[in-house]
């Protein structure tokens, strides 16, 4: 996965557990990295594909905010490979991504605290999403 960059990584460490405090999110990275860069969050999946699916954006965006809050560093880039595929995917972390993480981890605490599952809409989101056999959203 490093091998292809050519940025020189100060730090890197792997399973990193995390807990936020502002997100009120706990989670574990597969690797964070440190490059002349700056903070990069990495994610690998064991799966096959060719393209970069939206689920997994938003779970390395979150692990880029945990992250900012445990180093104190601005993430930059979010990395998620595919080893199946083999394909790397790098993505900049963005206020978009951020304020998006941000409703999704609301919406998920209102169905909490509400105790009310939304009823069930199959998006073509759905068919990537590894709870599609029992979420009703």
């Known amino acids: 996965l490093l091998a292809r960059r050519k940025e020189k990584v100060m730090s890197k460490w792997y399973d990193v557990s995390m807990v936020s405090d502002k997100l009120h999110l706990v989670g574990q990275a597969d690797m964070i990295l440190v490059t002349e860069m700056g903070l990069k969050v990495a994610e690998i999946k064991d799966v096959y594909s060719l393209r970069l699916l939206s689920s997994h954006i938003y779970q390395v965006a979150a692990y880029g905010m945990m992250a900012e809050e445990k180093f104190h560093l601005e993430c930059v880039r979010l990395i998620i490979?595919?080893?199946?595929?083999?394909?790397?995917?790098?993505?900049?972390?963005?206020?978009?991504?951020?304020?998006?993480?941000?409703?999704?981890?609301?919406?998920?605490?209102?169905?909490?605290y509400s105790e009310r599952i939304p009823p069930y809409r199959e998006k073509s989101v759905c068919k990537s999403c590894g709870f599609r056999y029992v979420c009703e959203v």
């Open 81 to 112: 490979y595919y080893v199946k595929s083999d394909k790397v995917f790098e993505v900049p972390l963005t206020q978009a991504l951020r304020s998006h993480v941000a409703f999704i981890v609301s919406r998920i605490r209102r169905i909490i």
